[in-house]
């Protein structure tokens, strides 16, 4: 969806290089989340955040940190980049209301590799 | 544990009925279902959502039982262009903030011959 967009697309690092993943949204959005799809595992949850004070864990956030700089804006760092976190990352973002009810929008997704 | 399970492939033919079934048998009393479809190197898309009993729209149908602990999407006369990967989403475990997590299945590739 053109309306979320994902920097950088691709990204190849080596073994404990800080990187940051950038997102912005133009939905006018409140809810924000990082995810990592790994083959066979699916989709999983990293962060979320449902404004720009409102930042939770998900599943699996160790080695992860994030950063609502604004509405629009979702960051996430690896602090020490280790190859285990080599994945597909996505962001995705979401409109006010219930929790379980909302649709969420993907952007197309970052490329991490870690050497 | 929290947990969504759906059938790791498919196959199918153009023209058929297509069912795929996702377990969450640990769903929050309040909580949807919703079902992702994702193609190759994109992000994953919506597809349909749904509570109890059956939910219909353009594209597919959602199936759910009494007792929640399953849902079905019903993908009607599939073409080519229906191969992707589906994924169930359900909130499992609790309340929000109270030990719930949002869980997506493992996926379903589906595989449209000709």
């Known amino acids: 969806d053109a309306d979320v967009t994902q920097t950088p697309r691709n990204r190849i690092t080596k073994t404990g290089k800080r990187i940051m993943l950038e997102c912005s949204q133009t939905?006018?959005?409140?809810?924000m989340y990082w995810y990592r799809q790994d083959p066979g595992l699916g989709l999983r949850l990293i962060y979320y955040s449902f404004d720009v004070k409102d930042i939770n864990k998900g599943e699996i956030s160790d080695g992860y940190s994030v950063s609502r700089q604004a509405q629009a804006k979702f960051s996430l760092s690896l602090e020490s980049a280790i190859p285990n976190q080599t994945a597909l990352y996505f962001c995705a973002t979401s409109s006010s209301g219930t929790w379980d009810t909302d649709t969420q929008y993907f952007g197309p997704g970052t490329r991490l590799t870690v050497l | 544990l929290a947990k969504t399970t759906q059938p790791i492939s498919m196959d199918s033919y153009e023209g058929q009925e297509v069912n795929i079934t996702c377990s969450h048998n640990n769903i929050a009393t309040n909580d949807y279902i919703t079902w992702y479809q994702q193609f190759p190197s994109q992000g994953p898309r919506f597809i349909i959502q749904?509570?109890?009993t059956k939910v219909k729209n353009e594209v597919a149908s959602l199936f759910i039982p009494a007792d929640r602990k399953s849902s079905t999407l019903s993908l009607p006369r599939v073409s080519l262009s229906d191969t992707a990967v589906y994924y169930c989403?359900?909130?499992?475990?609790?309340?929000?903030?109270?030990?719930?997590?949002?869980?997506f299945g493992q996926g379903t590739e589906l595989s449209v011959k000709p």
């Open positions: 939905k006018g959005h409140d809810r």
């Open positions: 749904g509570y109890k």
């Open positions: 989403l359900a909130f499992l475990g609790g309340i929000y903030n109270q030990g719930g997590k949002l869980i």
